[in-house]
């Protein structure tokens, strides 16, 4: 971490230490509904004010909100955009700073695109659409705005049915599939379409379809200087369904609809920048070369696609969201650091240097990476700021300046909760001697004469990483007496290419010695009580869980959390199935079953000891329910302690409804319960 991060954590956790006090509560289940956070926060062109998502929580909907709010950079006045009581986001500066473009659900409609003019408070809907909008992009000039939507296309049929009688009731037609990606997790079977962009006046009227063709145009467009033609990434390979890892940047011209192709390689290229001359492009990209993980690098191009060449940054880690500094000698970018996400900046001959740290605390429930910032022209930087102690907040920051938060969205609430102390550990691999880095979560009472059980949360992935980020779950878990341990073991995210694709061909593999080896670590803390050992994780933490108790018996208990117990029916079944083969394992699952078998934790159900509660949500299209039966019914089976879990109605993100992230730690803290002293 840098210095500054350092400092920041001192800061807080001096103050959570002297500010402990007997009559304080600690963070509490009910108190999920009351957190509030900061997302896309976008600041003028001049960098006199910023508009932001505030995010929330509905008590009575059980759902998040988001909310646009206008603030001064100085801070002396704060207000709410509108004052309609429904969801607002994606807010967009115009060109000049006088109007705001956001998106907003309508009366009678889904999302449309709206205008806000700040001087005179006026706002206006300017689409009618049969689809939702995103991905607002105005035109230089101002005149114009550009986005994506949906243009439905009917679904294939293979018969024609028969008249049915007025007024019978016959059952539903049948849905009929042919395309490759048919359905999300998040959103179940996907309508039949494609994305196209759109460009309309920026003072209402028709919005005119620009692109054409069976391809999805899903990113942001970026307009071009002269506002002729916008920039834009997908992927328009013919086999571009089978060709899913690789994507090129485009350039549509807005009179005729005619694309030029500027990039042409194996592998993503996306998220383009234009220079504020119009002369070049930045972009990120990678040659792919198929592994489990591979870090993607800027590059730089002429308008035109010529002179393409990477920008040699020598940081090892994963570069997104780039934005050019206003005088063209540099640009800005976000990055993941051992498990700290920052906001670099670069000159174009690779000298960077680091702005900021903290960035994120989006993620709400469990401490992932994520959030997002801002440029102004004269060089000010808003972003999302987070600690292990609260969720995002708006924050100001110039290049070679300290960070000033200017928003103080929960201090209403945890000022007033003692949380638990959040400290990071490293520790060696007992395989190769590699450091590995994790953190750890204190009870808010904690007493270093006491020994602790302790938890382990294993992340999701596993291509992700946990970080000194604030978390309602793990604090919640904390506050129940337990020392929350959360590692970032190889094949995690922000340690360089090498350590993440360790995993590569091998997992689960040698991460599970990684993650044994923290928990001998923390036990050497001298607070941990050695024969009190719990266990638990999602998705990929939840595969990590079900290795761990197969692979031994040290812990009194687990929880095993939308697992993959079966990589063979896991890859067949799940929203992206046609993604692992190669990639994860060699080969797709029929042509190499024994590798596939052998890194499936269902292989290992035969040793495991330990008393398991199974988790999914009846939703989850990510890891099926199915995976999450496979496990529990083989422990049926087989007489051991266990219990099935189901959320109605949840996706593989489980916890995305207040109530669902209080019910899942409920119920894992519930089952720990009964194994404890």
């Known amino acids: 971490m840098t210095k500054v991060t350092l400092s920041l954590l001192f800061v807080f ?27 896309s926060p976008q600041i003028s062109p001049d960098g006199s004010t910023v508009v932001y998502e505030r995010r929330g ?78 991905n607002l992009s105005w035109s230089p000039d101002g005149k114009y705005i550009a986005f994506s939507m ?121 998220e383009p920048a234009i220079s504020s001359d119009g002369s070049q492009i930045l972009y ?49 970018f976000q990055y993941d650091d051992k498990g700290n996400t920052k906001i670099g900046y670069a000159t174009l001959n690779g000298k960077s240097e680091v702005v900021t740290g903290n960035l994120g605390g989006t993620s709400i429930g469990r401490p992932y990476g994520g959030g997002s910032y801002s440029v102004a022209n004269n060089g000010t930087i ?29 201090e209403d609430l945890l000022d007033y909760r003692q ?33 602790y059980p302790l938890l382990v949360e294993n992340h ?27 590692p970032n073991p190889r094949g995690s995210t922000s340690y360089g290419e090498e350590f993440g694709n360790l995993l590569y061909h091998n997992y689960p593999g040698d991460d599970y010695h990684d993650v044994m080896d923290g928990v001998d670590a923390m036990i050497d803390q001298g607070f941990i009580a050695e024969d009190s050992l719990f266990v638990t994780g999602g998705s990929a933490g939840g595969i990590m869980t079900a290795w761990m108790i197969g692979k031994n018996n040290r812990f009194r208990a687990a929880a095993v959390v939308k697992p993959v117990m079966n990589w063979i029916s896991k890859t067949l079944t799940a929203d992206n199935y046609y993604g692992y083969a190669n ?26 000891e330990t008393p398991t509660l199974v988790m999914v949500g009846t939703a989850d299209l990510r890891t099926p329910l199915s995976e999450a039966k496979q496990l529990y019914h083989a422990l049926k089976i087989r007489q051991k302690e266990t219990a099935l879990v189901e959320i109605p109605g949840a996706y593989h993100l489980i916890a995305n409804r207040p109530s669902q992230l209080i019910t899942k730690v409920d119920h894992i803290l519930a089952w720990f319960e009964k194994y404890r002293d």
Request: glycine share 6%; no cysteine; aromatic share 10%.
């Open 13 to 39: 956790t001096i103050s959570h230490l002297t500010q402990a006090q007997p009559t304080k509560p600690a963070f509490s289940r009910m108190d999920v509904f009351e957190l509030e956070w900061v997302t």
């Open 57 to 134: 929580m509905d008590i009575m909907k059980d759902r998040k909100t988001s909310s646009l709010w206008l603030m001064s950079s100085n801070g002396q006045s704060h207000y709410k955009l509108t004052s309609r009581e429904v969801n607002e986001s994606s807010p967009s500066w115009s060109p000049d700073g006088s109007r705001v473009a956001f998106v907003s659900s309508a009366e009678g409609h889904g999302s449309e695109v709206y205008v806000y003019w700040v001087k005179t408070n006026k706002l206006a809907r300017l689409t009618q659409t049969e689809r939702s909008p995103s």
């Open 150 to 270: 949906l243009v439905p296309e009917k679904a294939p049929a293979l018969v024609s049915p028969p008249p049915k009688p007025k007024g019978a009731e016959w059952a539903e037609h049948p849905r009929v599939t042919t395309r490759l990606k048919h359905e999300s997790d998040g959103s179940g079977y996907i309508e039949p379409g494609y994305s196209q962009y759109f460009v309309l006046p920026a003072d209402g009227g028709t919005a005119r379809q620009i692109t054409q063709g069976e391809f999805q145009h899903r990113s942001k467009p970026v307009w071009t200087k002269d506002g002729q033609s916008l920039i834009f990434s997908s992927n328009r390979n013919n086999n571009w369904e089978y060709d899913f890892r690789n994507s090129e940047i485009y350039r549509v011209s807005i009179a005729n609809g005619q694309v030029e192709t500027l990039t042409d390689r194996n592998g993503p290229d996306e």
């Open 284 to 332: 990120v990209g990678l040659d792919d070369q198929m592994q489990t993980y591979q870090i993607s690098n800027a590059y730089i191009m002429d308008a035109d696609g010529s002179n393409k060449k990477q920008i040699p940054l020598e940081l090892d880690r994963s570069v997104s969201n780039p934005v050019w500094a206003a005088d063209g000698k540099g640009f800005y």
């Open 382 to 410: 808003v972003f999302t700021h987070t600690t292990p102690y609260h969720p995002s907040e708006l924050a100001m920051v110039t290049k070679g300046k300290e960070a000033q938060q200017m928003t103080q969205l929960n």
């Open 419 to 451: 949380l638990g102390e959040v400290e990071e550990i490293w520790y060696k691999s007992s395989v190769d001697d590699r450091d590995v880095q994790g953190w750890m979560i204190k009870p808010p009472t904690f007493n270093p004469n006491k020994k």
């Open 460 to 486: 999701g992935g596993p291509i992700s990483n946990y970080g000194d980020r604030f978390s309602p779950e793990l604090q919640l878990m904390a506050a129940d007496g337990y020392v929350v341990f959360y």
């Open 583 to 608: 990639s994860r394992f060699p080969g797709q699952p029929w042509e190499n079953i024994e590798t596939y078998m052998k890194f499936s934790p269902v292989s290992l159900v035969g040793n495991i």
